[in-house]
Nanobody, 120 residues
Framework: VQLQASGGGLVQAGGSLRLSCAAS????????MRWYRQVPGKQRDLVAV???????NYADSVKGRFTISRDDAKNTVFLQMNSLKPEDTAVYYC???????????????WGQGTEVTVSS
C-alpha cells in the first residue's frame, strides 16, 4: 500500500490550496484518514481527521478555514485550505488506516509529504 500526496505549493496569505492524497495497492477498506503538518524542528501536529462514515474533526487553528473530505471510489482524501495564513506554512502529511484484505487488521500508512508555503 502506498499513499501519494500532492497539491502543495507557494501561495499568498488569504489564498487557497487543495491537497490530495491517493492510496494505491492492495486495499480492502480504508478507515480513518488524517492530515498532519510539521514545521522543521517541531512535532507533527494533527490538522484534520475524517472517519469511514464521513465524520470530521479539526484542529482549533484551522476550524472554519480547512475542510477535509474523501472519495472512497478513488481511495483519496482531500484537504481544502482557504484563507491561508503564513503560520500554515509546513509540510503536510496524509495518514490512513487501511485494511489490505478481509482477514487483516488496520495498519497505518503515511504519505511522503507535500510542502505548503504561505507568503505574507
Amino acid at each position: 500500500v502506498q499513499l501519494q500526496a500532492s497539491g502543495g505549493g507557494l501561495v499568498q496569505a488569504g489564498g487557497s490550496l487543495r491537497l490530495s492524497c491517493a492510496a494505491s495497492g492492495n486495499i480492502f477498506a480504508i478507515n480513518t484518514m488524517r492530515w498532519y503538518r510539521q514545521v522543521p524542528g517541531k512535532q507533527r501536529d494533527l490538522v484534520a481527521v475524517i472517519d469511514s462514515l464521513g465524520a470530521t474533526n479539526y484542529a482549533d487553528s484551522v476550524k472554519g478555514r480547512f475542510t477535509i473530505s474523501r472519495d472512497d471510489a478513488k481511495n483519496t482524501v482531500f484537504l481544502q485550505m482557504n484563507s491561508l495564513k503564513p503560520e500554515d506554512t509546513a509540510v503536510y502529511y496524509c495518514n490512513a488506516r487501511i485494511r489490505a484484505t478481509l482477514s487483516d487488521i488496520d495498519n497505518g500508512y503515511w504519505g511522503q509529504g507535500t510542502e505548503v508555503t504561505v507568503s505574507s
